[in-house]
């Protein structure tokens, strides 16, 4: 692996890089799979009748091959000793689980270090897919707080959306815009989360191909786009509010330049995090203002390259007024037939692009001001549509936290499990007729239809495998 030279040549002095040791570490190149458990999923099998089980027996359970370590900083990540395709894992496919690299999970710390969790909070992630810090973000924050996903790129917000349905969550809302438009919200969130897009050098022991890509020509165009993304979106954020900078490039002009510019230019104040307790964090000072930044170098710690530096809002904003949405409500006859499905507790019922949608009451006004100042996707649970009186399930009801624990379903071995998950034809005989959940180890899949003399696999077929199984595919 050929690190490019002027990479190496503007990190000389940078706090923490060690020359040699770093173009050991890459040309080394060992991979390092690490997983996050969704809690969220260990309480959904426990009500389908499994028992109880703490976080790290949950986290066995999963991929029972593989031996677990615990990643420092994170709660529910774990290293794992060996990578599985995940692609032919049921359990990856009923979101029990996130691949996501290791020191990008670091987002915890700030998160539990600088604020209180427990309390109801509106956060915003600008630059959220696949959806890693969201998923992340989503598992930390109270079930009373609301998350906004936002993605500026059509198709990656839709990846985005998939991997929210998958966490099964009903307080995310996804929107697909460019980081301008949430001027209109100014003064709207506790919590600002930028994962900026960098220039990738970070990455570079996992995808060799980026290298190529790299100049630092492009590293000056990251740093001007950082700057714009944070100019544009901060009025957003509440005075008092907290913002979470990171990015996944080793370069000052991406890290601690930005750090100084937020400081000097947007009168943010630096808020430092504990580092103590994780061996090989290397602590960095802006040079400007000293703004605490944290640097994971592939040499340190266990994990990939990664800058995280953490700011409270001082300036305050004037809030504009916001003309909410007009709620479309759905009918006592619609709600009749829903309560069969899903819970109803401090849930509202509502229509929006042409299906029905749950979300928390408590978040109805905020959906409604959302709907008419952004482009929002998706919403809560979508929940489905109801037909000829008859609901037709949406495939985020059966992952989902709001779906009732009396909803029929059937339990598949984990060849039929694969099968089902490539859409292909079904050999089960379900005792019921009509819609069902299909399970694996317990955890809701999708749905299939039950009729007299076939089964229907309704798996999306957007998200099928596609590819082939072999005996082996899954331990690999
Ligand atoms: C580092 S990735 C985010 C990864 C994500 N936070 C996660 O943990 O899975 C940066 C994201 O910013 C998006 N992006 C690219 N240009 C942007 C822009 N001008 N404004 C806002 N976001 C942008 C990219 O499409 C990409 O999804």
Redesign the pocket.
Known sequence: MMLPKELLVSLEGVAGFEKEAFIAVHERGNEITSIRINPAKKQQATSNGQLAKSEAAFADCLLPFANFSPIPWCGNGYYLSQRPSFTFDPLFHAGCYYVQEAS?MFLEQALKQLLNLSQSLKVL?????????STHIQSLISSESLLVSN???KQ?SLVLTDNIIKWGCNNVFVTNN??KAFQKLSNYFDVMVV????SGSGLFRKDEDAIGEWSLNNVQLCSQ?QQR?LADALPALKEGGLLVYST?SYSQEEDEAIADWLVREMGMENAPLQTNNFEGIVETKSPQSSAAGYRFYPNKIKGEGFFLSCFWKRQSESSGKLRPAKPEMISAKEKKILSEWAVEEGLEFIRFRDSIFALPQKHLPDFLILQSSLNLQYAGVQIGEVMKEKLVPHHALAQSTVIKASVPATELPYDEAIKYLQRQELSVSPETTGWQVVRYKGHNLSWMNALKNRVNNYYPKEIRILKQYNNTAFEK
């Open positions: 990008s992630d600008l630059c959220a897919a696949p959806g890693g810090k993605e500026v790129i990656r460019d980081p994962d900026a897009p960098c786009r993304i996944c």
